[in-house]
């Protein structure tokens, strides 16, 4: 008997620690993304010269690694390890973020807002179309200067 209730007890962890990974399973931006420039806009700009995101489930829910060059050719790779739960989680790879929060909503789009010493400096709402093709994602920042920045990234799946 003690070897089957061993059993239950090793099947009920494997179910509840593999539970963010499956929700993570879901997300339809699971895989590796390029940003259109053509397609995307920025305001006010300058857009980035490339932008490169990788979704990959993760034990905790979703590992997420950005690979940016900027407009002035600075390269930085951004990392985060974070479940859809809308609590914070360590990014690292930033100067202007500390942490990251991640809600997905009822209409399939997911929320990231990210903070910097527990202050809002940007978010994100983004969808993938029904095609699985196109991810589009809404942007909004207060830039170095204090101007509001509305972009509109669109990113095609590699």
Same mark, same amino acid.
């Given at each position: 008997? @003690? =070897? $089957? ?5 090793? $099947?009920?962890? =494997?179910?509840?620690?593999?539970? @963010? ?16 420039? =053509?397609?995307? *806009?920025?305001? @006010?700009?300058? #857009? @980035?010269?490339?932008?490169?995101? &990788?979704? %990959? #489930?993760? #034990? ?7 690979? $940016? ?6 390269? =930085? ?16 790879? !930033?100067? !202007? ?5 991640? *809600? ?7 929320? &990231? ?12 709402? *983004?969808? +993938?179309?029904?095609?699985? &093709?196109?991810?589009? +994602?809404? /942007? ?8 509001? %920045? /509305?972009? &509109?990234? +669109?990113?095609? *799946?590699?």
């Amino acid at each position: 008997m @003690p =070897s $089957l209730r061993l059993a239950f007890v090793a $099947l009920l962890a =494997s179910v509840l620690l593999a539970a @963010p990974a499956l929700a993570a399973g879901n997300d339809p931006a699971m895989g590796t993304w390029v940003l259109n420039l =053509s397609k995307s *806009r920025f305001d @006010p700009g300058p #857009p @980035p010269k490339s932008l490169m995101v &990788r979704f %990959q #489930p993760d #034990p905790k829910g979703v590992k997420n690694t950005t690979e $940016l060059v900027d407009a002035e050719g600075k390269s =930085s790779t951004i990392v985060y390890t974070a479940a859809y739960d809308g609590k914070e989680y360590p990014v690292t790879g !930033s100067a !202007s973020v500390d942490t990251v929060l991640l *809600r997905k909503h009822d209409n399939g789009k997911v929320e &990231r807002v990210d903070r910097k010493a527990g202050v809002v400096v940007q978010s994100f709402l *983004r969808s +993938v179309s029904e095609d699985g &093709r196109t991810m589009t +994602v809404t /942007h909004k920042a207060k830039g170095a200067n204090g101007a509001l %920045q /509305h972009n &509109r990234l +669109v990113f095609d *799946r590699r």
